[in-house]
């Protein structure tokens, strides 16, 4: 008996489909394992209280996103507060946005003070980084997905 509630436990968790927490984009993209590796960076910046608090659109790469950039990995570590928090702040528009909001003008302002260039030819792109079709409306900003980096650091080129 004890044997077979053991075996029906593993076997829930086994099915269970890990549910996306949309109170924020900060929560989103923690949550998400399409954008796990961007959700880590979001993590360690110090912009993560304003990007769960405040109405923003975070601008996600997939994981695919970075496979061919590298030196993502060294942002991690300790000492690169600054490169971290321009990287996060480069992929943050401090307002919500949907799809075609964004799509809509030419430019868009960034957390970190730049501006995202945006083009519709050939599809749409954010300084030159693909911009998947859709997005996503969480309870406090929205989340637009990328299938590449729209922003790397002077320092990690």
């Known amino acids: 008996m004890e044997r077979q509630g053991r075996d029906m436990d593993r076997f829930q968790e086994m099915n269970q489909v890990k549910v ?13 394992e399409r954008h796990s590796r961007f959700g880590q960076l979001v993590k360690a910046s110090s912009l993560s209280r304003t990007i769960h608090s ?20 060294r942002l991690i570590k300790e ?9 996060v702040g480069n992929h943050v ?6 799809y075609d909001d964004l799509k809509s003008k030419d430019t868009h302002a960034t957390l970190a003070g730049t501006t995202l260039e945006i083009s519709t030819r050939g599809g749409i792109t954010a300084n030159e980084a ?27 080129r």
Request: hydrophobic residues 35%; aromatic residues 10%; glycine residues 6%.
């Open 54 to 73: 405040s109405g923003v659109t975070l601008l996600c790469p997939t994981d695919d996103a970075f496979e061919n950039w590298v030196p993502w990995l």
């Open 130 to 156: 693909r911009v998947r079709s859709g997005h996503v409306i969480t309870e406090n900003g929205s989340v637009i997905g990328l299938d590449d980096l729209a922003y790397v650091p002077r320092t990690l």
């Open 79 to 87: 000492g690169n507060q600054y490169e971290i928090d321009d990287f």
């Open 20 to 32: 996306e927490n949309k109170i924020s984009p900060y929560r989103y993209v923690i949550s998400t």
């Open 93 to 98: 528009i401090p307002m919500t946005l949907t």
